[in-house]
């Protein structure tokens, strides 16, 4: 199984803030040199809610999420970015690879407002 | 707008079989793979297994083989989960939710079912 390792498992940021979520995954997660898509997505939950998809192809912004959000990496070392952090982003964050099943996630990150 | 209807909270004892249902709506039921995750209290997500309702054919986590069935019935756009042999560590959530196929990320997921385990 592909093991998914985020870093760190919980982090404080001001209002207005940067904040910076890792995904490390075991093998890579590219599964065609021709197209460079990379099987991994970001994912948010809130209490009480199903997670919410944010990113997936390691980069593509799912419709309707905010452009604040944003990933990036390659091979097997993934980002999420939040460029100025709301209120309303505080949840837990997960990083999730389909490139094979499982599907594994990462433990996930709990994001706070400092 | 697509909707995943999960079936209500379960309490069953150590040993029972539980069976969640999720019906889901706005969507054709044939197009996307229908995935089930566990989230125990407090803790992280685990993919648990899928089904593709066109066909039936299921792929489930090594952790949960031999003890999970998921199939799907497409009369009724209704997927289904069943975890046989519970134990205490099997009180959780547990989430069904869709993706095109088996190499693309979940889009929509349902709020949840509850199933506790305890004598």
């Known amino acids: 199984d592909i093991v998914m390792t985020q870093s760190p498992d919980s982090l404080a940021v001001s209002l207005g803030e940067r904040a910076t979520i890792n995904c490390k995954s075991s093998q890579s997660l590219l599964y065609s040199s021709n197209n460079k898509k990379y099987y991994f997505a970001w994912y948010q939950q809130k209490p009480g809610q199903p997670p919410k998809l944010l990113i997936y192809w390691a980069s593509t912004r799912e419709s309707g999420v905010p452009d604040r959000f944003s990933g990036s990496g390659s091979g097997t070392d993934f980002t999420l970015t939040i460029s100025s952090l709301q209120a309303e982003d505080v949840a837990v964050y997960y990083c999730q690879q389909y490139y094979s099943t499982p599907h594994t996630f990462g433990q996930g990150t709990k994001l706070e407002i400092k | 707008e697509v909707q995943l209807v999960q079936s209500g909270a379960e309490v069953k004892k150590p040993g029972a079989t539980v069976k969640i249902s999720c019906k889901v709506s706005?969507?054709?039921?044939?197009?996307?793979?229908m995935h089930w995750v566990q989230q125990a209290p407090g803790k992280g997500l685990e993919w648990m297994g899928l089904?593709?309702?066109?066909?039936?054919?299921?792929i489930y986590a090594e952790k949960f083989q031999g003890r999970v069935t998921i199939t799907a019935d497409t009369s009724t756009d209704t997927a289904y989960m069943e975890l046989s042999s519970l134990r205490s560590e099997d009180t959780a959530v547990y989430y069904c939710?869709?993706?095109?196929?088996?190499?693309?990320?979940?889009?929509?997921w349902g709020l949840g079912t509850l199933v506790t385990v305890s004598s």
């Open positions: 089904v593709d309702p066109e066909d039936g054919e299921t």
């Open positions: 939710a869709i993706a095109r196929d088996s190499y693309t990320p979940v889009e929509d």
């Open positions: 706005g969507y054709t039921f044939t197009d996307y793979y």
